[in-house]
């Protein structure tokens, strides 16, 4: 099956319960990043909680090991069922958010690849493989990689096998879903629903995708 995540990165509390209000039967997961937290509080968790999704929180946690530690506590404490880390700050930061994801019952997702343009600088050459290899070895629950990029993906696959990969990068970004579905567990879709018009539609779309 392939999932699709909403990524909410709206600004405010009432917008954010009316968008996933609206959208909830037709998603599988809320990916909630910095916009959304800073605007309203880790608290606000356990309000979309009750929609009774799982919360990935895209904080793309990029530090030394004793922060990491620090951050995936907060974020599990406050009812997440996921975490997303950065890979390039090394195997010891990496685990230490893995490690704390698990303890906690919960999942962490490592950044193998990000979708926009500016990727390219530094992701490539083989650091994207290595990255992706690292969140093998430290035992990850998965890995983060373009939809904008579906080569991209078809290589990082045969690194992380059956190891999960979510797919960032539909719709605003060019991402198209069609070539995704079957390729990786979840696409991440944001602007597309939430500002469409009629956000429950805007997803309800994704609906032949999700198998």
Request: proline share 6%.
């Amino acid at each position: 099956m392939t999932e699709l995540i909403l990524a909410l990165d709206v600004a405010g509390r009432e917008e954010a319960l009316r968008v996933t209000g609206q959208c909830a039967p037709h998603i599988d997961a809320i990916k909630v990043g910095y916009p959304l937290i800073l605007s309203t509080g880790l608290p606000f968790a356990r309000e979309l909680a009750s929609f009774g999704l799982p919360l990935i929180a895209d904080f793309k946690v990029a530090d030394i090991p004793n922060t990491t530690r620090l951050i995936a506590g907060q974020v599990f404490s406050h009812g997440f069922a996921g975490i997303i880390c950065h890979g390039f700050t090394g195997s010891d930061a990496v685990s230490a958010c893995i490690e704390t994801a698990h303890e906690a019952g919960g999942e962490c997702y490592v950044v193998a690849e990000m979708s926009h343009p500016g990727a390219e600088e530094f992701y490539h050459g083989g650091t994207a493989e290595r990255i992706a290899a690292l969140a093998v070895c430290l035992d990850a629950d998965g890995i983060i990689a373009p939809a904008t990029r579906p080569e991209r993906i078809v290589v990082l696959r045969q690194i992380v096998g059956r190891k999960k990969i979510y797919s960032p990068g539909i719709g605003a970004q060019g991402g198209d879903a069609g070539r995704l579905a079957g390729l990786v567990d979840g696409i991440i879709v944001g602007r597309q629903i939430y500002e469409a018009p009629d956000p429950a539609a805007a997803a309800a779309q994704f609906a032949p995708y999700r198998r």
